[in-house]
């Protein structure tokens, strides 16, 4: 076979091509945002009076609610005349840096939803309808969608589907959720739907090679039993440009880098196991795994026997800031920041104990910095894990 020799100065040629074309090298990288919610989320009045002062927050968006119109499977019917003057406060907010911004449903049941119930989805979807009207509105990018069941839980099985077969159920429940998102796709067809949590929650199956015997666990499980079968329904309705964000709320509870890559693969490959090969396509474009960071749990706020609790307040800034810079890394857009026992929207002479702890702002916006400057952290905090790990075994020890 003939030697194929370059000439210089095609060797030139395809250097340029390589490190200097703009279609090549010159492709800024992809960007990653931050957007806020917590116990102090906002209503759309409080928004659109404050938003130049939440805008000097070190975020992309926030999180917020509309008032009374926020819960997806109420069977009362809403009103659009009640709704009305939440939509003209929505239209009325100024963003400016806050690009990405999201209003959130919750998946609470109180009203005795049945899945069944025709009659129930036709409201709900009316509901549901109104909801992307106030998503359009207020020019967000999309919905925020919390499943997990702070009232009656829609997603039990038997519950009061003891008739039924597990199948026979789930089949009802997929529909279910392809009816959810094409309501909301109503206003905006081309939305970002962040679910708190999806497919990575059921990690413990994932890699069950036998369908029969994964579908067994599945219905064995004690939480979210139905939710996997609703989190179908939806993949199967989103529109071509819908991006559905798995939020791995799991990432709250996060001591080193390693498990961010891993849930980041569990997102992308280990779920494809719950996907039917027909949508599995469809899932490798259209979904997303996202991030949480959980401020309280890294910070020693929270009430709990929690870690940080044995850090030193620097040390407990680092391991914040460790958490903010690898969840940059592995979201492929989106990172939510969670807190509860804080504000970040109020100053601190009227937040009260509910002042956001010093230092926390700071070590967000450094981690920031280093991500986009694509620097290293900086740092490694297993010692200070080991250490504190070390401190909560012995006040274990002594009580």
């Known amino acids: 076979m003939p030697v194929v020799r370059i000439r ?31 116990w ?13 002062q939440m805008e000097q927050r070190p975020f992309e968006g926030i999180i917020f609610r509309t008032r009374g119109f926020d819960h997806a499977f109420e069977v009362q019917p809403w009103s659009k005349e009640k709704l009305q003057e939440q939509l003209d406060v929505l239209g009325q907010i100024q963003w400016v840096r806050f690009t990405d911004n999201f209003l959130i449903l919750y998946a609470a049941s109180q009203w005795g939803m049945d899945w069944f119930s025709d009659e129930h989805w036709r409201i709900i979807e009316e509901n549901l309808k ?21 009232g009656t839980d829609p997603w039990v099985y038997p519950g009061s589907y003891s008739d039924k077969s597990f199948e026979e159920v789930c089949a009802k429940v997929r529909q279910r959720g392809k009816q959810f998102i094409r309501a ?24 069950e090679p036998d369908a029969k015997v994964r579908q067994e666990k599945l219905r064995q499980t004690t939480w979210m039993v139905l939710l996997p079968s609703f989190l179908l329904g939806v993949l199967e309705g989103a ?15 996060y001591e080193d880098s390693e498990p961010y890559y891993r849930a ?14 027909d949508l599995r396509a469809k899932y490798r474009c259209q979904v997303q795994a996202g991030a949480a960071l959980y401020i309280d749990q890294v910070t020693g706020v929270r009430p709990d026997d929690v870690l940080s609790h044995y850090m030193p307040a620097e040390d407990q800034l680092r391991f914040f800031e460790h958490n903010v810079y690898y969840a940059l890394t592995t979201a492929d857009e989106y990172v939510w920041c969670y807190s ?10 009227e937040a009260g104990d509910r002042k956001l702890p010093e230092g926390v702002e700071a070590a967000l916006r450094s981690a920031r910095q280093k991500y986009n400057a694509g620097q290293p952290l900086g740092f490694d905090i297993q010692h200070i894990v080991e250490t504190a790990r070390e401190k909560q075994r012995n006040s274990g020890d002594k009580k």
């Open 8 to 38: 210089p100065i095609m060797m030139v040629v395809l250097c340029y091509l390589l490190f200097f074309s703009p279609e090549l090298s010159g492709q800024p990288r992809p960007a990653k945002k931050i957007v806020e919610y917590g």
């Open 40 to 52: 102090d989320v906002p209503y759309p009045d409080f928004v659109r009076d404050h938003i130049r």
């Open 130 to 150: 109104l909801f992307s009207l106030a998503v359009q509105t207020g020019h967000c990018v999309g919905v925020c969608f919390d499943p997990e069941p702070y």
């Open 184 to 207: 909301l796709q109503t206003h905006r067809p081309e939305m970002k739907w962040l679910s708190f949590f999806q497919f990575g929650l059921y990690d413990s199956i994932l890699d």
């Open 239 to 253: 529109e071509p440009n819908t991006i559905l964000i798995d939020g791995n709320e799991t990432a709250y509870y």
């Open 264 to 277: 980041y693969h569990t997102i992308h490959q280990r779920a494809l196991s719950m996907v039917p090969e």
């Open 340 to 349: 509860e026992r804080m504000n970040w929207w109020l100053p601190p002479e």
